[in-house]
């Protein structure tokens, strides 16, 4: 019979190899020195951008990491860490976490991978500065409709400038 410690330490990893296989991208982060109520508040903002965080035994975590074939992340795994799984788009989760960081400077960003690419701190703190997707389809939407609205004011204007031509035509013949 298993003891239950390592019956937990099992399901961890379990949980954590799954939920790699569903997750877009993956950052580590460092927890040490953050309250607990704090660490709430961070799952409450990463909820809103469809990420978890999910801390588990250091052990455990590499253990995990290995057998995804994700060895490039197990240096990464010091200390207390955390692991904030992403199921949609990462740049929330990205702004999420890095907002928290510039409100309580404990929590240390390590890396991740982003679609089977390892992503360094400043790689992620660069996609937090990145705008949401559909800010970046609205900029497309505008970008492909600026030169039609364009020409569309121009077209407009000539049309103006030849209906007042023939207004101050049609009053030139009135007052001779």
């Known amino acids: 019979m298993k003891k239950l410690g390592l019956i937990f330490k099992e399901a961890s990893g379990n949980r954590i190899k799954g939920t790699l296989k569903k997750s877009d991208a993956v950052f580590?982060?460092?927890?040490?020195?953050v309250s607990s109520p704090d660490l709430s508040f961070l799952r409450q903002a990463l909820k809103?951008?469809?990420a978890s965080l999910f801390v588990v035994k250091n052990s455990v975590a590499r253990r995990a990491l290995k057998d995804s074939g994700l060895e490039l992340l197990i240096k990464m795994i010091e200390g207390p860490c955390g692991l904030v799984f992403m199921n949609g788009e990462p740049i929330a989760a990205a702004?999420?976490?890095c907002n928290f960081i510039k409100e309580h400077g404990e929590l240390k960003l390590e890396g991740g991978f982003l679609k089977d690419k390892v992503l360094e701190k400043k790689d992620i703190e660069a996609m937090s500065k990145l705008p949401s997707k559909e800010v970046l389809r609205a900029q497309v939407v505008m970008t492909l409709n600026s030169p039609i609205s364009g020409l569309v004011i121009t077209l407009n204007q000539l049309?103006?400038?030849?209906i007042y031509c023939i207004d101050q035509i049609k009053n030139k013949k009135t007052n001779s």
Do not use: E, N, P
């Open 28 to 33: 580590i982060v460092k927890y040490s020195g």
């Open 95 to 97: 702004q999420a976490v």
């Open 159 to 162: 049309l103006a400038k030849f």
């Open 48 to 50: 809103g951008s469809q």
